[in-house]
């Protein structure tokens, strides 16, 4: 397979997974997502915002997350977040720091 060509798939995977968490599952929540996979739509938007810095287009969170989401962050929680018991806090804490490193 071509270079070219191998982007294109991964691309068109990339896309599918942002439609399938955008559109489709709007009820997995991100906190699971991070406990179980040690990733969760903020680090794809977080990835999708250094990648974009890395090639000199200006990024900041809120547009990765806008682009990402498909709608401003805010009205994403507004209309599917859902609230976490403790021990799912608990336990993001910990997978945060394991993937992500410090919250600072």
């Known amino acids: 397979m071509d270079d070219q060509t191998r982007l294109e798939l991964e691309a068109a ?3 599918r997974l942002r439609q399938h968490l955008m559109e489709e599952r709007t009820d997995v929540q991100n ?3 991070m406990n179980l996979a040690g990733f ?3 680090c ?3 990835w999708y915002q250094e990648a974009a810095n890395a090639r000199g287009i200006e990024m900041d969170k809120e547009e ?3 682009i990402f989401y498909g709608m401003p962050m805010s009205e994403w929680k507004a209309k599917y977040q859902t609230e976490a018991g403790a021990d799912k806090q608990a336990a993001f804490e910990t ?4 993937n992500v490193g410090s919250k600072e």
């Open 95 to 98: 997978a945060f720091a394991q």
């Open 31 to 33: 906190i699971d997502m």
């Open 13 to 15: 995977a990339f896309r």
């Open 40 to 42: 969760c739509r903020n």
């Open 64 to 66: 990765a997350r806008e």
């Open 44 to 46: 794809l938007s977080r």
